[in-house]
């Protein structure tokens, strides 16, 4: 039963990783492509490349410590810190990247009479700069809460309280880094999903009952954030879980959390493809030469079968 369920959750896995890589490796390549056309570069662009770059190298790291999980967390080798520095930096990346697109479709699409929202609307460019300027300080603070863990760990794992004490802090320390981009993006739903009423509210004052240009953005923003906040949420509790895990559960559980925890960096991707008009034209266009090339494939070999039989 245990080499089955593994099987299957290994499986489920690298569907995923090999899934969630295409994703991210398509928006990457997408906007580096737009961006030697152009010779330049939008603020979307860049979070999109961001987030695309960081994403790959979180399921890397994900998919390595699926596959050799650290039992015993006493013994820290030079590989696996460099995994768990990677995945602070890649994780952090991903997911405030994730909180500045959530920011992004705010100043662009959400329509508010407040002096305030218009004047940080007009600094849109430099309000993302000092967000991502701002979050490496988390991104220090991290960085060096895991690095001394681990550095006190393997002098200390036998002492069950210093122990405990360790793993609560760097628990705090993760919670806290990734509850401010979550809520800063759940405003960011909330604003949206106000602003989007408004609007609403005006199109029925005005009689009309169609759905214009302006509640087709605010509908597929609120579905990006949305998207983004459920499988963050999801991601998180099973990075939790999986944390906890090596004392108190068994390896087919923490594979099964890291099979549910990958969901997060590749099938967000896919929505986004989705959600960005750029994005899903190229990605259709790109299905249906795949398309006609196995059309054209299959026709030539059957002609050349014909051409062969007597």
Known sequence: MFTTLSGVLFILLMVEFILGNFANAFIALVNCIGWMKREKLSSVDRIFIALAISRIALLWVILRSSFSPID???VFTLTEKFIHNTWTVANHFSM????????????????????????VKKRVESIMVEVILGSCVFLVCNLV?????????????DTNETWEILIVSNSIVRTLSSCIPFAMSLLCFLLLTYSLCKHLRK???NARHFQDSSTRV???AIQNVVS???LFALYFLCVVLSFWSYQMMSKSVILFCRAIAIIYPSTHSFVLIWGNKKLKRTFLLVL?????WRKRTKMSKSLGFSQERP
């Open 218 to 220: 605010h509908i597929r």
């Open 203 to 205: 199109m029925k004052l």
């Open 288 to 292: 249906w030469q795949v398309t006609c």
């Open 72 to 74: 015993n967390p006493a």
């Open 96 to 119: 405030w990247s994730d909180t500045l697109l959530s920011i992004f479709y705010l100043l662009r699409i959400a329509n508010f009479s407040s002096l305030l929202f218009l004047h």
């Open 145 to 157: 809460m895991v690095n001394i863990t681990q550095h006190v760990q393997a002098k200390l794992y």
């Open 228 to 230: 983004f906040l459920f």
